[in-house]
């Protein structure tokens, strides 16, 4: 790939609609706020590269909590939120949704609010400081159950705040069925929030049919299994719903083996608006801006497919209108 053309993506404007905040803390933040919270972090935690360890789904999902539990203070989510768009501004990231999951600062002890007032006080100082608009969805998890997703869902229709954006679910996909999960996403729909769910990842595209005909979802996180079924590509391009499709994490949790036989263009060729996206940065040595190369260098897309991404993105991002409309203009 050419300089000129590394350089023209490294400044392309991009929008990132699928991380997880908690999924965002490189290790040496993970260890600063261990320290300063007096947190003993579990042993094999970090690899002799000093990446996070794991080896499969499941394990992912266990460093990750693990990662979580030691947030404890509004401070600690102000300055992961800070620092994640920090670095999403440096790769040229113009808008960044991230989800923030109630129930695992819940499990550290943390209230809703504190965590709230901190990942609130992060946007507001990255985009004083860098320009970045970040926004949030709340997520549930999967694997706590449908009972548990209520709960979330009610305390968020409870109390609306303008940075959230959204709804969402992130978690064990072996575990229930999306329809499980109606009231839940009905809940937080019917207070006004646009709503995504993971599926179409580990699972094949049943799962994705499940949530969209059960869910009220205009995203899907990943779904990129959905091209295992022509029907449901037609479905997704017809009923206009968009995939956050990440292959950095694609490739690093074995869904696909490389990026060859990743169906990114397939799914662009059906039509489907896309987003490209990192999920998880340190668990997956990905980031937003690494994703837009690997677009290029991987999957041969050109300057202006690549834009074009960028504005799908944004036209499908939860973002309020007026502000939907100003970052378009900065795409171009
Ligand atoms: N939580 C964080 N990353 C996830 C992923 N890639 N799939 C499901 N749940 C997640
Ligand atoms: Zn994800």
Request: charged share 20%; glycine share 8%.
């Amino acid at each position: 790939m050419s300089e000129l053309l590394t350089q023209q993506i490294q400044q392309l404007p991009k929008v990132e609609l699928h991380s997880h905040l908690e999924g965002c803390i490189q290790p040496q933040l993970v260890r600063a706020i261990a320290k300063r919270n007096g947190i003993t972090l579990k042993e094999g935690l970090f690899n002799e590269k000093d990446m996070f360890a794991w080896d499969n789904f499941v394990e992912f999902l266990g460093a990750y909590d693990e990662a979580s539990f030691c947030l404890r203070k509004a401070q600690d989510y102000r300055d992961i939120t800070y620092t994640y768009l920090q670095e999403c501004a440096e790769q040229g990231t113009v808008y960044a949704e991230t989800f923030i999951s109630p129930d695992h600062a819940a499990a550290v002890g943390m209230s809703y609010d504190d965590m709230l007032l901190g990942c609130v006080q992060g946007i507001d100082d990255a985009q004083a400081d860098f320009g970045i608009v970040g926004r949030l969805i709340v997520s549930c998890v999967r694997h706590l159950g449908p009972e548990q997703a209520v709960v979330v869902a009610q305390h968020l229709a409870d109390n609306p705040h303008p940075y959230i954006v959204g709804f969402g679910m992130g978690g064990n996909e072996s575990m229930f069925t999306q329809a499980d999960f109606a009231p839940a996403f009905n809940i937080a729909a019917a207070s006004g929030l646009a709503c995504t769910t993971h599926a179409g990842e580990v699972l094949g595209p049943e799962s994705v049919w499940d949530a969209i005909d059960n869910l009220p979802v205009t995203r899907i996180g990943h779904g990129v299994r959905s091209v295992e079924d022509p029907q449901l590509l037609v479905e997704l391009a017809k009923r206009g719903i968009a995939l956050e499709v990440c292959p950095g994490s694609n490739i690093a949790l074995s869904v696909y083996p490389n990026l060859e036989s990743h169906p990114l263009n397939k799914i662009l060729e059906a039509g489907i608006s896309v987003s490209l996206n990192s999920d998880d940065p340190p668990f997956f040595a990905t980031t937003v801006g690494s994703e837009y190369l690997s677009g290029a260098k991987d999957f041969g897309l050109d300057l202006e497919q690549l834009r074009n991404i960028s504005r799908m993105a944004m036209q499908a991002s939860f973002a309020d209108e007026q502000t939907k409309a100003r970052l378009l203009a900065v795409i171009g």
